[in-house]
C-alpha cells in the first residue's frame, strides 16, 4: 500500500506542476485533485501493459481533463448584482478552465497520440451533454438523475479503461464516485457552501418538501452505491488488493455508511 500511495503522490505533484500558473493563483484557490480518481486510473493503467511512462502520461492529462471539467462547473451564473472583483474571478475561472483544457491537448499533441485525444474529447462531449440533461432536468425520476450524474462522474475512467482494454473496473469507479460526489455536496449544503446538486433538487419535481428531505435523498443513494462497491470488492482479483484496501478503509470511515448501518440494526 505504501508504494501505491507513493505513485498517488507522486502523479499529484506532476499534475500540480502541469497546472501551475503564477496569475491565475492570485485570483483563484489551486484546483482540487481527486485522489479517488487518480486511484482508479493508476489502478486500470497499471493493469494494462503500457509502458510506464506511457502510463503516467495518460494519468496526468486525463486528470487535466477532469480539472477542467470541474473548474468550468464552479463559474457563477447569478451576474445580476456582481461586483467588479467577482466579475474577474468568474472570468478567470473560465479561462482557467480552458487553461487545463489546452494543456492536455498539448500533452498528447507532443506525444503524437491521436487515438486518446479522440477518446478524451469524445468522453467530454458526452459528459457535457450529460450535464446539460441534469441541469435542465429531462430526466423522469430521480433515479435516472443519479445514474446520469455517476456517468458524468465516471465516464472518463471508463472510456480510457475501454481504450486499454481493460474495463473490468468500471462498474466499481462509477458507483464509488457517485457516492463520493454525493457525500460533498451534502457537506457543502450542511456547511451552507455551494452545492449546485442539492440546490438543484430543491427546485426539481422530484423533492416537494424542504433541504432535509433533499439531505436524505442523497443520503439514500450514498448509502445504497457504497453497498454496491462493498459488494463488488470482494469479487477483485489479488493484483487488486491495494484498491480494495483502500475503498474499504474509506467505506467503514464513511458517516453515511455507519449511520445507516446502525439504523438498520
Partial sequence: MKQNDLNIY???????????????????????ISEDKL?????????????IEKQKNYIITTMLVQIALDTHEL????????????????????????????????????????????????AIK???????????????SM??????????????????????NKPGMNDVAADWLL????????????DRENAPLLELLLKSRFVHQSGGQA???????????LLLVEESITQLPQRFEALKQYLQKHIYNSVYFNQHAVEEG
Fill in 10 to 32: 507522486e502523479l499529484k505533484t506532476s499534475i500540480e506542476q502541469e497546472i501551475r500558473h503564477p496569475y491565475l493563483a492570485k485570483f483563484l484557490p489551486n484546483p482540487v
Fill in 39 to 51: 486511484m482508479f486510473l493508476s489502478t486500470v493503467l497499471n493493469d494494462s501493459d503500457l509502458p
Fill in 75 to 122: 463559474v457563477t451564473l447569478n451576474i445580476d448584482k456582481e461586483d467588479n472583483l467577482s466579475k474577474k474571478n468568474r472570468q478567470l475561472t473560465v479561462l482557467a478552465g480552458d487553461y487545463y483544457s489546452g494543456l492536455y491537448y498539448y500533452l498528447l499533441s507532443k506525444l503524437e497520440d491521436l487515438p486518446m485525444i479522440r477518446t478524451l474529447a469524445s
Fill in 126 to 140: 458526452e459528459i457535457n451533454e450529460l450535464k446539460m440533461r441534469i441541469y435542465t432536468q429531462e430526466f423522469a
Fill in 143 to 164: 433515479d435516472q438523475v443519479m445514474e446520469g450524474l455517476k456517468q458524468v462522474e465516471s465516464l472518463l475512467i471508463q472510456r480510457v479503461a475501454e481504450f486499454v
Fill in 179 to 190: 457516492a463520493m460526489r454525493l457525500q460533498i455536496e451534502n457537506n457543502r449544503y450542511r
Fill in 215 to 225: 439531505i436524505r435523498t442523497i443520503e439514500k443513494f450514498v448509502h445504497k452505491h
